[in-house]
């Protein structure tokens, strides 16, 4: 790894010269919800002063940009009584994250492996993930956020350069030749001992702040032997099945495949639609049965998934502890309280 340090002020030319020719994403104000908070969203931005570099989390993950919510895979026409199919991988122009966090990086990571590293890749996710040139952020913990637990507090690689704030300059991580080749038009320095040991002083002290945290020590063991757990069904009696858990989520992928046909039927399309675990038909198959039609089951299966099978696949949870979940959940439903009720086999909210 190379690094180097910048003064802030050239933060500002590093973003007038990507945006002179790329499409920039960064983290904006969206407004505010019924208290009075500010809201933030990961959004298309052409003016530095709107990029929010002190955001604390986005509603929704940058998912969004990777794994749209609806996204055409292929258009059919009639032609002369035949069938023409037109497939089309969105390959859009290489565009810039510019400030993600490094639970938000460690969740594009996770998906790589299913999306682009497993038996079947899916070329519209691959597409876009490395058409990304993605600049990381630090951040500080908000009250929700357990990726330190998860181990994703950091990010070690699937970025481009990482930005630490270091108190009078920004300490930057740089993992591309093209982060590189970009550093060299702005005004860097190499770090010396004193700015390593400011970096390492700013980790330390996000260390200290982090209010939630989830017990993994042999968690997986620990859910085979829970997998009949009243809490369970405890959990899922409070459950509301809305889905929006795995829609805020940055790394639940799980999609619908439905074909759309037009009217005069010269022409479809099959339309990929992102989906949760947790809404009542996921486990319909066909002739109608449900294999979940429970809310207590689906809720568990969401998490088993997550901290169960995708640890036996890939040796590490498909959850990074961004919070995002606990954080939109109507019934208040978070993962460490959760975990650490199934830890001790009782609802932990005096329920
Ligand atoms: S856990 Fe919360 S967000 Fe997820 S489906 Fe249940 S009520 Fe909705
Ligand atoms: S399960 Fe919840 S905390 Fe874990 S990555 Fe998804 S949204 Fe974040």
Redesign the pocket.
């Known amino acids: 790894m190379i690094f180097r340090v910048i003064e802030k002020a050239e933060l500002r030319s590093l973003f007038t010269m990507l945006s002179a020719a790329n499409r920039v994403i960064g983290p904006v104000g969206v407004g505010l919800d019924r208290s009075g908070r500010q809201l933030y969203g990961f959004e298309e931005v052409h003016d530095f002063d709107r990029v929010a570099l002190d955001y604390t989390m986005t509603s929704l993950s940058a998912k969004k940009y990777f794994l749209p919510y609806r996204e055409i895979m292929a258009t059919f026409t009639m032609d002369n009584k035949d069938w023409q199919k037109r497939i089309d991988y969105n390959i859009d122009a290489p565009f810039v994250f510019f400030g993600m966090h490094a639970c938000d990086i460690n ?1 594009l990571n996770r998906l790589d492996k299913v999306l682009m590293g497993s038996v079947y890749p899916m070329p519209y996710y691959a597409a876009k993930r490395k058409n990304a040139f993605i600049i990381g952020i630090g951040c500080e913990p908000q009250p929700n956020c357990f990726c330190r637990s998860m181990g994703t507090d950091t990010a070690l690689h699937g970025f481009d350069m990482f930005i630490t704030d270091i108190g009078d300059r920004y300490f930057i991580e740089i993992q591309s030749d093209t982060a590189f080749n970009f550093l060299k038009k702005i005004r860097t320095g190499e770090p010396v001992e004193a700015d390593h040991l400011s970096f390492m002083k700013t980790g330390a002290g996000k260390n200290e702040k982090f209010a939630a945290s989830v017990d993994t020590t042999d968690l997986t063991k620990i859910l085979d032997m829970e997998f009949q757990s009243e809490v369970w069904k405890q959990w899922g009696d409070k459950c509301l099945g809305c889905g929006t ?1 795995a829609n ?5 992928y799980c999609y619908s495949v439905e074909e759309e046909v037009s009217i005069d039927l010269t022409a479809a399309a099959k339309v990929k639609k992102l989906y949760s675990c947790n809404l009542i038909d996921f486990a319909v198959v066909a002739g109608g049965h449900n294999f979940r039609p429970e809310r207590h089951s689906r809720l568990k299966y969401r998490y088993y998934h ?1 901290h169960r099978g995708f640890v036996e696949a890939y040796e590490e949870s498909l ?8 954080e939109a959940c109507l019934a208040d439903i978070t ?1 460490p309280e959760v975990i650490a009720s199934v830890r001790e086999g009782r609802k932990t909210d005096g329920q």
């Open positions: 969740a858990c805020v989520c940055p790394t639940c997550k959850c990074v502890g961004c919070g995002r979940c606990g993962v």
